[in-house]
């Protein structure tokens, strides 16, 4: 199984990224996939989840600022985040997961965001 983040990278406060994690080695349209984050010092916290069906939801943190979709022909799972702030800076991970497995974690990928 591989989840290959990428997308990451500098920006300005205000700007926009879109974060892409392209799956294999497991069914994509079976999984439930999800951003995570982790900043320095601080703990691993859920950014956006979507399900099998294609609903989204969202951490009170980037609601509003970002959407989270699939292509599920492509095996790929993305996150479009507008109006970054500092505060979004960290290393972002995928996370793929079906049923009531632990389900799969992607490397990571860093964004920062600063002026």
């Known amino acids: 199984v591989q989840l290959q983040a990428s997308g990451g990278g500098l920006v300005q406060p205000g700007g926009s990224l879109r974060l892409s994690c392209q799956a294999s080695?497991?069914?994509?349209?079976?999984?439930?996939m999800a951003w995570y984050r982790q900043a320095p010092g601080k703990e691993c916290e859920l950014v956006a989840r979507i399900t099998t069906g294609g609903s989204p939801n969202y951490a009170d943190a980037v609601s509003g600022r970002s959407t989270i979709s699939r292509d599920n022909a492509r095996g790929t799972l993305y996150l479009d985040m507008n109006n970054l702030k500092p505060d979004d800076t960290a290393v972002y991970y995928c996370?793929?997961?079906?049923?009531?497995?632990?389900?799969?974690w992607g490397q990571g990928t860093q964004v920062t965001v600063s002026s």
């Open positions: 996370h793929a997961r079906r049923g009531y497995t632990p389900g799969h």
């Open positions: 080695g497991i069914e994509f349209r079976f999984h439930v």
